[in-house]
């Protein structure tokens, strides 16, 4: 069993940068991990995502060039550097951890970070 816990979200000027944290209990060095966000009364919507060696990942073409995961496989963690931050970036920010790079359907999921992005 795998539990997710996000943390490092806050409020933030439009320009600004913020780096959320997604700590796993369990050995998820072999997972792939991703960040999903929601806005109230939309869908859930995908950011990005990183294989279990950091060797591929992918990013949702609104955050290309503004935000970067990675991850520390021994300390279970994986991270979303979030920087030229805009107001439509505002969003609960989901940990998400999976066995297969390419799912649709990832089996775990934390709580969410809530973050807003003042103009």
């Known amino acids: 069993q795998v539990q997710l816990v996000e943390s490092g979200g806050g409020l933030v000027q439009a320009g600004g940068s913020l780096r959320l944290v997604c700590t796993a209990s369990g050995r998820t060095f072999t997972y792939a991990m991703a960040w999903f966000r929601q806005v109230p009364g939309k869908e859930r919507e995908f950011v990005a995502r990183i294989n279990w060696s950091s060797s591929i990942t992918y990013y949702t073409d609104s955050v290309k060039g503004r935000f970067t995961i990675s991850r520390d496989n021994p300390k279970n963690t994986v991270y979303l550097q979030m920087t030229s931050l805009q107001p439509e970036d505002t969003a609960v920010y989901y940990c998400?951890?999976?066995?297969?790079?390419?799912?649709?359907?990832?089996?775990?999921w934390g709580q969410g970070t809530q973050v807003t992005v003042s103009s």
């Open positions: 998400a951890a999976d066995r297969n790079l390419g799912t649709d359907n990832w089996r775990y």
